[in-house]
């Protein structure tokens, strides 16, 4: 889990939630997948290596992603959340508009195509 040499890092789920976000951002942003969970040594070795970054997590609105942003909250509390609609579930399947309205409101530039 190689971390690039950029200030903000989002934190999802798969790699359809992935690509999804990679369609939407306009600046240069390190997206780690966790494929859904994450054992606690791959989660202290990832927030060691996140420590001084802006860290985004965006994960489904579903039971599993629940569970993965709790163990955020309490391994990096330093994190800050983003938030799907719940009508929407996962991530891969929100709109690509309701994505860069999210990402936008923590300040994460977007391709304007999607606003």
Same mark, same amino acid.
């Given at each position: 889990?190689?971390?690039?040499?950029?200030? =903000?890092?989002?934190?999802?789920?798969?790699?359809?939630?992935?690509? =999804?976000?990679?369609?939407?951002?306009?600046?240069?942003?390190?997206?780690?997948?966790?494929?859904?969970?994450?054992? /606690?040594? +791959? /989660?202290?070795?990832?927030?060691?290596? /996140?420590?001084?970054?802006?860290?985004?997590?965006?994960?489904? *609105?579903?039971? @599993?992603?629940?569970?993965?942003?709790?163990?955020? +909250?309490?391994?990096?509390?330093? @994190?800050?959340?983003?938030?799907?609609?719940?009508?929407?579930?996962?991530?891969? @399947? @929100?709109?690509?508009?309701?994505?860069?309205?999210?990402?936008?409101? *923590?300040?994460?530039?977007?391709?304007?195509?999607?606003?």
């Amino acid at each position: 889990m190689a971390v690039m040499d950029v200030d =903000k890092v989002i934190i999802v789920e798969g790699k359809s939630d992935k690509r =999804k976000v990679e369609t939407v951002i306009n600046e240069p942003v390190e997206i780690i997948c966790t494929n859904g969970t994450l054992s /606690l040594s +791959k /989660l202290d070795e990832l927030v060691e290596n /996140l420590y001084f970054k802006e860290v985004y997590v965006l994960v489904d *609105a579903d039971e @599993a992603g629940e569970k993965l942003r709790k163990q955020f +909250k309490r391994e990096f509390p330093e @994190a800050s959340h983003l938030y799907i609609d719940k009508m929407y579930r996962e991530v891969a @399947a @929100a709109p690509d508009q309701h994505i860069a309205s999210v990402l936008l409101s *923590a300040n994460i530039d977007v391709q304007t195509k999607f606003l």
